[in-house]
T-cell receptor
Framework: KAGVTQTPRYLIKTRGQQVTLSCSPI?????VSWYQQTPGQGLQFLFE???????NKGNFPGRFSGRQFSNSRSEMNVSTLELGDSALYLC?????????????FGPGTRLTVL | AQTVTQSQPEMSVQEAETVTLSCTYD???????LFWYKQPPSRQMILVIR????KQQNATENRFSVNFQKAAKSFSLKISDSQLGDTAMYFC??????????WGAGTKLIIKP
């Protein structure tokens, strides 16, 4: 089975722009979660989608949004980019949405905001 | 608010030695889940081991085992017979009733040949 894929792998944007990141989960997985990873803050939960519905949302401003399509692929959008949005954005998929679920992570999208 | 603390930013040991990574957490919940994830250099994050809080028996996966002390809110990871491939960032995570994972800052583990 193919693993979780994320595109693009690297992205450079300037302040004020917007960006869309894509995540394709493992085939059959219905849950997709997004995380922001920075050296200072570690991993922080952005949101989780399950069967096209947002199940949970972390403590991020409304500039961060996402969606999930019927094929479980997910996109994350960040509008009005700020320098502090520079980070590695990780996507993780799981078969179900339970607490004990094992999450399978993608390689991440490295976003640099200049 | 739930928090997860990994007090060791970096550790290094010789190959074949045993190493223990510490993790403490703070929560008022009684039912939760704990995880250790590993992120090798330039590679994807993978699950190492997980523990359900209501189970008293410590989880074990081959060379990886945990010491779960619920009263002390401690969840340490022991790696026995360490191998070069164990070099990675190790993250402790807490799964709460809101289905969120709260992550520690990570411990960088270096296995020296």
């Amino acid at each position: 089975k193919a693993g979780v894929t994320q595109t693009p792998r690297y992205l450079i944007k300037t302040r004020g722009q917007q960006v869309t990141l894509s995540c394709s989960p493992i085939s059959g997985h219905r849950s997709v979660s997004w995380y922001q990873q920075t050296p200072g803050q570690g991993l922080q939960f952005l949101f989780e989608y399950f069967s096209e519905t947002q199940r949970n949302k972390g403590n991020f401003p409304g500039r961060f949004s996402g969606r999930q399509f019927s094929n479980s692929r997910s996109e994350m959008n960040v509008s009005t980019l700020e320098l502090g949005d520079s980070a590695l954005y990780l996507c993780a998929s799981s078969l179900e949405a339970g607490l004990l679920r094992e999450q399978f992570f993608g390689p991440g999208t490295r976003l640099t905001v200049l | 608010a739930q928090t997860v603390t990994q007090s060791q930013p970096e550790m290094s040991v010789q190959e074949a030695e045993t190493v223990t990574l510490s993790c403490t957490y703070d929560t008022s919940e009684n039912n939760y889940y704990l995880f250790w994830y590993k992120q090798p250099p330039s590679r994807q994050m993978i699950l190492v081991i997980r523990q359900e809080a209501y189970k008293q028996q410590n989880a074990t996966e081959n060379r990886f085992s945990v010491n779960f002390q619920k009263a002390a809110k401690s969840f340490s990871l022991k790696i026995s017979d360490s191998q070069l491939g164990d070099t990675a960032m190790y993250f402790c995570a807490f799964g709460d009733s809101n289905y969120q994972l709260i992550w520690g800052a990570g411990t960088k583990l270096i296995i020296k040949p």
